[in-house]
């Protein structure tokens, strides 16, 4: 096949809403935006497990620690799927976490937030995950076969993460007035940087148009960010927190609900790595990562020695 | 920065539930045979997806390729008297 059959073909498994398989030919842009995205995705999954793992130790019951625990367990789950998903494209996970370790890998700007206070494992469940849902649901049908596959399994699992936020928050708002008010708190520290987590307004994201494209993404940000903000806001309502936006209003000719300006400036400040916690995350997987050496080390000394033992005893 | 270069080995897992075939689910990392089933398990099977795993070093599939797909099923490709479809059945026949 000559190169202009090769993208035809391709153009045509896209348009037919075919999955892309690893060994498909594909265009070097659609490999490099795939592989970019899923490893991306695979960190967010990971770096994650740390704001939530700050509250283990001091969750308030063994029910709730259980909870966390069986979540916790999830997300390094999914990033383990993801970071599957994107070897099959023939990149080394070492690799991976080099680029991560060296900044230049992202992973989502959310988790450079700290967790306060209980009810902050409550809202992220409930709107960081919430959030992470809607992306999710939309991009099991994205075009790279491995990738759609991992959002599928990704997205039978969530559901329980986001009931399980929803559920402490409620907790809470049917508690003292101290709890209340550690739940609107939370509330109002992690709405903003939730509906961040969706990207860059349309009109500003130049990634946008070329996934689209290529069936990378199928919704736009500004798209999926209306979704969730139509279902989060009544679920606010539902157990009286308030959603710290004095703009907010419904529209009823729309059915939507419609949000004051979004504060851009916030965002790509703690992308560009001034988060109150970016330089913890990393540090943090780092140091654990080098601790981890030595265990890497010792299992594949032992399997070589069994391998060795095994080989000349069938002699 | 230290050097990373040290994943475990690479393994594709395949799960079996219900009278099913034994499907591709994904792959982990492992040093051996025991590690890969016990983070096979762990990985994919946290909610009773099934109770049969393989486990297969990755670089021990041997596969098709793109390239040679179109020449490799070629033979397949002009017997349509496979099909129950060739066949003309007797204006009249039923069930068969
Ligand atoms: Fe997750
Ligand atoms: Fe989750």
Redesign the pocket.
Known sequence: MTEEEKLNHFNSLIERDEKIEPKDWMPEAYRKTVLRQMTQHAH??VI?MQPEGNWVLRAPTLRAKKILLAKIQ??G???LYLYSAAETLGMDRSEMIEQLHEGKAKYSHIFNYPTLNWADIGAIGWLV?GA?IVN?VSLQRTSYGPYARAMVR?CK??SF?QRQGYEIMATMMNGTTAQKDMAQDAMNRWWWPSLMMFGPSDKDSWHTQESMHWKIKRASNDDLRQKFIDKTVDQAYVIGLTVPDKDLKFNETTKHWEIGDINWDEFWNVVKGNGLCNHKRISHHIQYHNEGKWVRQAVMSYSEKMNAIQTAASI | MENNNDQLPLWEVFIQKGGSPFKHEGSIHASDKNMALQNARDIYTRRGEGRLIWVVPSDSIAATTVEEEAEFFDPADDKIYRHPTFYKMPEGAKNI
């Open positions: 967010s999954e994650g999830d997300e789950g999914h990033g995950d992470a999710q990704i699992e969530e993460h």
